[in-house]
């Protein structure tokens, strides 16, 4: 019965997607509905993604440097496992799971009112195409403006774990910079904007095909928000293992 439903609920969120992209409405309002969005996602989220990218690098540069005390180790591979872990995962994945719980219950919530309010059923009457004109501006967006997080997590997350080495006297600036530059290769890079951009299309598709499937009343939209949260994070993390099969 519980692949039954998932199979069930994976058909009626590739219809949705469907129906979401298809009969567009006039370019105009799209436009103007998705630079909406991304100023949504994009303000709103930007001051969590700083204080978690920042926290995040500088806890990483401690434990990596108290892990690997040893002199047979040079200091510059305490600067090589910070940036390449938080290039590779915890920019995207960690900053995405944040997003998940942010965006994606937000999204749920909001589409999720409006179909208990039957404000959905009246775009429906009006001949709009409704799934399309609440979702596709929403996934747009996130697809803009997550990966843009990412980078500037990316930033903040190396430039925590170099300071915090240089306050705690870890290792030096030079020595964290020498290792940064001696691991760095350019496909971890396009690897993780790979994988934000597969987040931000799961984060924003799956919570909006929550939202837009409720019925019922308060209570509803609140369990649907709870499991747009709850399926993007599996579905990010199931995604991030997949990715890293096929193209590592």
Known sequence: ????SLFNHFGRYLLFIKGAISKPEQFRIYLRRTLDEMYVIGNGSLTIVMIISIFTGAVTTVQTGYQLVSDWLSRTVIGAIVSDSIILEFAPTITSLVLAGKIGSSIASEIGTMRVTEQIDALDVMGINSAGYLALPKIIAGLIMIPCLVLIAMFLGISGGYFAGKLTGLLTPEQFIEGAQSSFRTFTLQFS????????????????YHGYQVSGGAREVGQASTKAVVYSCEMILFSDYILAQILL
């Open 193 to 208: 904007i790979i994988k934000s951009f597969t987040y931000a299309f799961i984060i924003t598709s799956v919570s909006a």
């Open 1 to 4: 019965m519980i692949f039954l």
